[in-house]
């Protein structure tokens, strides 16, 4: 449980910000949620006649594709039609970055689970009857599961990336230390509890709406126009909400929405795809695997003087995301510390697996696991702690980033500090130490995770959002962005931003749907800049309309424009209450024809990158923190409890912080449950075998930390951060990295023989196996 | 016809008893929030509440309705969240998960809703404990727990207010809408005439098959048989336990004998599964599930039980469960035949009894290993041995090599080590997603130990054992 203390530090924080932040900051769609009245893509009323569809995919992991035979199937009482890439109009080429990824497979299939034809049919039941009489015929391919193999035959997806700073081989000289080895992490399921899905309809003249959990409508749109071959203004799509996504529907929601889109082209009828979780499962990528090797080289008082690392992406077969979480990677791969001479390189290996995507953290969890699993290991072989390394490296202001960019307003020390005194280190380490002095059966270990992570997408064109605000004949307020709500109550953001600039209830403004019609040529939502895009979008709407309402108002109490705000519902002039209340300015302002509707753009200031130096200023700016996570080993049985998590988290100055503190318990767990439980297996013939919820866990409410305590930190915030409102969404998945090493001095306490390892997940085999080893 | 209350309406349809009720409720009544999140009972987004009529009173319990047939509806009464939901404001469940932010994506969020609706109605002392207990089946992606946690708390707060636990006080305290005063009346009226199809497959709770083949069942005729009473109940009488295939791990949760006769049953059994799942698998059905690793199978192994058979002329024939199985998920059961009840001898007071099992995720989890023993101890010396492990063999394994030798041997280290060698010689683990064949070894030793050092705490520390190992 919190502290109370974090919720009434909270409460008193929330009475400084204006009322009607105060009033909204409970999330706003927790109203149906919790009655069970949120319409999801399944949820929404389907037309008459509706068709539903089933994905046949690939069941082996590479091959040529000698025979499908299709006649049994289609025969079956009820199926409508079977689409291959042969019905595509248009391009069977996706793929966001590169379009390496046919829609559908035609002479080949590269990954298990690769889509090779729709069925369509009458219900999904037929559907899927239907596709167990599909016979396909394969001729197997050598099959490549792991970046290792990729490596070694040469099968990469792009050209590698590299970073450097300052002069790492000759610096590895002067270390009086240098330790090297090799560390993985796995995948991690994403696992949002709705699987993926979309729902196409015919519009008049072959224009199609499609209602998508899509974190990405515009990817959808253009992927769509692209693969039927007709312009983009003819695709519309719609994203109420998502039952989750996490990443796993920024990219990889597109080829769902795109093969009913295509039967709907094909039969002027509307079609349903929705995956099974079993499906979905098998036919969707993951959090990337990576294997790693590292050099690390350290001064006698434990600076790390040098750092070089190369890191094997298992992007899977075909590139979707992976060549910018390569990139990624590498910007974060020194984590919260300076290093003055880095060397990274990251490699993107193509395998036989599902194309590998976007998962929280985006390449940067990878990273950063690397350099701890360093410092572990540095701190293992000198004898000392690692937060012993970990803090006398710590980013300072002004420090140089690999990638050029000059640190600003650092907090990472901050932070650190904050932790270690507020949540008295000395005494909780004494008090393991002592536990681990009287208990044999059951250890302790204890660990420090810092964080620092960029904020902004690192492709720089992609950083732009658009609002559209319209304010109604009787006051009411709807607001469209390109901000796609899956949870993280960006809705709720967004309607703080507009009720506070107007002054008016939350219950007058409503938050549309995400629709490509509205709001165009929008980025994912993705990349924890959502709310800071679409928020500052909103704001600079809003601030507009709010400029000509003054004239208005001005004009009508015969004063000037400086003197009128608005408050609660009211105009008032300098601080005194007028008669003139908000729906009669909103009425005085139709009268004279002033716009009521106003869009705005906002594109991110001051960022940029150049690629071909691999050196510019890609972040808006970093969010820092610093997590203490304790667990508790079962030394007889490997298994593991997590004591405590105590945070100490920089949201800048946070608008919604039980909204925000919600993310980064979250992300937390989520991050724990990537280091601990969460075990992607597939076998050497590249099948999934934690294909269902039955063998892949992620954790339930037994498995999460006894305490979770996040304390702010008193922080400036940051101009580019709606509101100086830090992002939050990614940071604290990275907290849990802590958890593998917390683990880890555990082990260490029961078995001095215990060789440090870097494998993650660290589940209880690897626990029992690493506390018994001789 | 099947004929149950859905929400605050009686309904009666035609449709095949073999469906399951999620896909009734959400596609053929549209009661959306119902939730399909994985089809195997693993996720909790489509709970529902089943409520049962027992003399004057409804009893209702939570289920996954993604692996219940809707036949088993028939004679009940059926909530969904829409059920709960309250005329232009929150329920006092619903109100609590709002302001601790314990819905984020909303997705999981109705079927956490239902369950601890559930469990405001259920009869279990109101503490915070089972309080969670009774959600332990919903998972959440998005919040990390924390934060339901705290509305878990705040809804245990509240009911810990009430006198008597009343549909009254309930309705009162808007935790659920007036009409369910109205249901036992109604059920009671309700005319629910036995669905009487004596085909195709035998159903009971369904937690199983309806993973296993949920399309096939919706296809083919099934033999429901959760309401046949021959098959329910459990019965004590002379020392001798005998629990009907029917019967729920609930029910054995909640029988105080039993629990009486097994101080911790309550810690096994949370190990086993949610309280969904248990409110719907029959031990019957775990028994003949087969599953080497089945967690109930390996704990009425230990307990040395019989098994008696029914078969289509209603003879019956009784087997020891321990030669019941002969292979991988096959077992000594002909065409026609069923399982009828299990018996076992109760825990004298020199018997000792324990389970261990070990999971990658503790609850919730296909074991990787899990095992039960049962002994008993006369004069310092083992009078009485029966060990089972489950994970290690083509079959849940009866040790008999491992549990005679332990017969007539004093209570020391040194013959516990020596059993766990004859252990490792019985069992065969293989490699597999639960872990690898090395790894099982080791485990099997170290819950063997575990059985001693749980048992008697006072005699064998861990230290103990790995000294002398």
């Known amino acids: ?774 | 016809m099947i004929t149950f209350i859905l929400n605050n309406k009686t309904i009666s349809t035609s449709e095949h008893s073999g469906m399951t009720l999620l896909d009734f409720v959400r596609y053929e009544k549209r009661l959306t929030g119902t939730k399909i999140g994985c089809r195997e009972g693993d996720c909790g987004a489509c709970t529902l509440l089943v409520g049962t009529r027992t003399n004057n009173t409804i009893e209702y319990q939570s289920i996954t309705s993604c692996i219940s047939p809707l036949g088993n509806a028939h004679g009940k009464h059926i909530v969904t969240v829409e059920g709960t939901n309250l005329q232009d404001k929150l329920t006092t469940a619903q109100e609590a998960m709002k302001a601790n932010y314990a819905t984020q994506c909303g997705f999981c969020t109705p079927g956490f809703v239902v369950s601890l609706t559930g469990f405001a109605l259920s009869n279990s002392e109101k503490n915070y404990k089972n309080a969670i207990d009774a959600v332990s089946g919903n998972i959440c992606r998005c919040t990390g727990y924390k934060s339901i946690e705290k509305a878990t708390q705040q809804i245990v707060d509240k009911l810990k207010t009430q006198e008597n636990n009343s549909f009254d006080w309930l309705i009162k305290n808007d935790f659920i809408p007036a009409y369910f005063e109205t249901i036992p009346k109604r059920l009671k009226d309700m005319e629910a005439k036995d669905l009487n199809q004596p085909k195709g497959k035998y159903i009971s709770g369904g937690t199983d098959l309806y993973v296993q083949q949920a399309d096939h069942l919706a296809d083919n005729e099934v033999h429901l048989i959760a309401e046949k009473d021959y098959l329910k109940g459990i019965t004590i009488v002379n020392g001798v336990c005998t629990i009907g295939t029917n019967a729920t791990v609930s029910d054995l949760w909640n029988h105080p004998e039993i629990n009486s006769f097994f101080p911790n049953l309550k810690k096994h059994l949370k190990l086993v599964s949610s309280e969904q799942i248990r409110n719907m698998a029959s031990l019957g059905g775990n028994l003949v599930n087969a599953s080497p690793i089945g967690d109930m199978t390996i704990f009425f192994l230990a307990l040395n039980s019989d098994i008696t058979i029914l078969n289509s002329e209603e003879k019956e024939r009784t087997i020891a469960l321990k030669n019941f199985y002969q292979g991988y998920k096959t077992f000594d059961l002909k065409e026609g035949e069923l399982l009828k009840n299990i018996r076992f001898k109760l825990p004298s007071k020199h018997s000792f009894f324990n389970f261990e099992k070990v999971c990658k995720r503790t609850h919730l989890d296909i074991a990787s290993v899990n095992t039960a023993i049962h002994l008993s101890i006369e004069n310092k010396t083992i009078s009485e041995a029966h060990i089972s492990i489950g994970g290690v063999a083509a079959i849940p394994k009866y040790l008999h090599e491992t549990s005679a030798f332990l017969i007539g041997k004093p209570l020391t280290t040194e013959a516990i080590i020596e059993a766990n060698n004859i252990l490792q010689k019985e069992i065969s683990p293989i490699s597999d997603v639960r872990g690898t064949n090395d790894y099982k070894r080791l485990l099997a030793r170290q819950l063997f130990f575990a059985h001693f050092t749980t048992l008697f705490p006072k005699q064998f520390t861990l230290k103990d054992f790995l000294q002398h190992a």
């Open chain 1, 1 to 774: 449980m919190h502290k109370n203390k974090t919720n009434i530090e909270l409460d008193t924080k929330l009475d400084a910000v204006s009322i009607a932040l105060k009033k909204s900051i409970k999330n706003l769609d927790s109203y149906t949620h919790v009655r069970g009245e949120s319409l999801y893509v399944d949820d929404v009323n389907i037309r008459q006649g509706t068709f539903h569809a089933v994905v046949f995919d690939a069941p082996k992991a590479h091959g040529k594709i000698k025979s499908i035979d299709y006649t049994k199937a289609e025969a079956l009482q009820g199926v409508e039609r079977i689409f291959t890439y042969k019905d595509v109009p248009g391009k069977n080429e996706i793929g966001g970055i590169i379009a390496d990824e046919p829609l559908f497979a035609e002479d080949e299939v590269h990954f298990w689970g690769m889509p090779i034809a729709l069925i369509v049919a009458e219900s999904e039941f037929i559907a899927r009857k239907a596709r167990d009489l599909i016979e396909i015929n394969i001729e197997d391919l050598p099959v490549i599961t792991t970046a290792k193999e990729a490596k070694a035959k040469g099968s990469f997806i792009n050209a590698p990336r590299s970073f450097s700073l300052g002069d790492t081989e000759k610096a590895f000289k002067n270390c009086d230390y240098i330790f090297e080895g090799e560390t993985f992490s796995n995948g991690q399921e994403h696992l949002y509890i709705e699987a993926q899905g979309a729902y196409a309809e015919p519009l008049e003249n072959g224009n199609i709406k499609i209602t998508s959990s899509t974190q990405g409508p515009t990817a959808v749109q253009k992927t769509v126009a692209q693969v039927l071959g007709v312009a983009m203004h003819k695709i519309e799509v719609d994203v109420t909400r998502l039952g989750g996504g996490f990443g796993g529907k920024e990219d990889q929601a597109t080829p769902w929405a795109v093969m009913a889109a295509l039967a709907t082209y094909h039969l002027n009828q509307s079609v349903k795809l929705i995956l099974n979780r079993h499906d979905d499962l098998r036919m969707t990528g993951k959090r990337h695997p990576y294997e790693s090797t590292y050099k690390i080289g350290l001064s006698k008082d434990l600076k790390i003087l040098a750092y070089q690392t190369e890191f094997l992406q298992n992007s899977g077969a075909a590139a979707d995301l992976s060549p910018a979480i390569a990139e990624r990677t590498l910007f974060h791969a020194t984590n919260s510390y300076y290093v003055p001479n880095v060397t990274t390189k990251v490699l993107s290996c193509k395998t036989n697996l599902p194309p590998n995507t976007a998962f929280r953290g985006f390449g940067g969890p990878q990273g950063m696991f690397v350099i701890e699993s360093a410092i572990a290991k540095a701190a293992n072989e000198i004898g000392v702690q690692p937060r012993e390394i970990q803090e006398a490296n710590l980013l300072n202001e002004n420090d140089t980033f690999s990638y050029g960019q000059i640190a600003k307003k650092v907090e990472a020390k901050n932070t650190w500090h904050t932790a270690k005194n507020i949540f008295n280190i000395d005494v909780l380490e004494q008090e393991v130490a002592d536990f681990n002095k009287n208990n044999m059966a059951f250890k302790k270990g204890i660990s420090f995770m810092p964080i620092t992570f960029g904020i902004s997408f690192t492709n720089t064109p992609m950083n732009h959002a658009r609002a559209l605000v319209h304010i109604y004949l009787d006051g009411s307020i709807g607001i469209s962005t390109a901000a796609v709500e899956m949870g993280q109550g960006v809705n709720t953001k967004m309607m703080q931003i507009a009720a506070a600039i107007f002054s008016i209830p939350i219950d007058k403004i409503k938050i549309e749907t995400t629709n490509t019609t509205r709001v165009a040529n929008t980025s994912p939502s993705a990349a924890s800049s959502t709310a800071d895009l679409n928020g500052k979008a909103t704001l600079m709407a809003c601030n507009s309309l709010l400029e000509r309402l003054k004239t208005v108002a001005s004009e009508a109490l015969h004063t000037s424009e400086k003197s009128i705000t608005l408050k609660e519902e009211t105009v008032y002039v300098d601080g005194e209450k007028s008669n003139l209340t908000w729906t009669q300015l909103i009425s005085k302002a139709m009268l004279q024809r002033v716009a009521l509707t106003e869009n705005a753009h906002y594109a991110t200031p001051e960022i940029h990158f150049d690629k071909t130096k691999e050196k510019g200023h890609p972040f808006a700016y970093h969010v820092y923190g610093t997590a203490i996570t304790t667990t508790t080993i079962d030394c007889t049985r490997g298994t593991y409890e997590f004591d405590s998590v105590k945070i100490v988290h920089d949201y800048g100055k946070s608008m919604s912080e039980g909204i925000d503190l919600g993310q980064v318990e979250g992300a937390l767990i989520q991050g724990i449950g990537w280091m601990t439980l969460e075990e992607i297996a597939y076998n050497k013939d590249g099948r999934l075998l934690s294909n269902a919820l039955s063998t892949y866990k992620v954790p339930d409410i037994f498995s999460v930390p006894k305490t979770v305590e996040v304390i702010p930190v008193e922080t400036e915030g940051n101009d580019m951060a709606i509101l100086k409102s830090k992002a939050v969404g990614e940071p604290p998945l990275m907290y849990g990295i802590g958890a593998y090493f917390a683990l880890q001095n555990a082990i260490k306490a029961f078995n001095p023989n215990y060789d440090v390892k870097f494998h993650a997940p660290m589940t209880p085999e690897k626990v029992l196996t690493g506390l018994y080893q001789k």
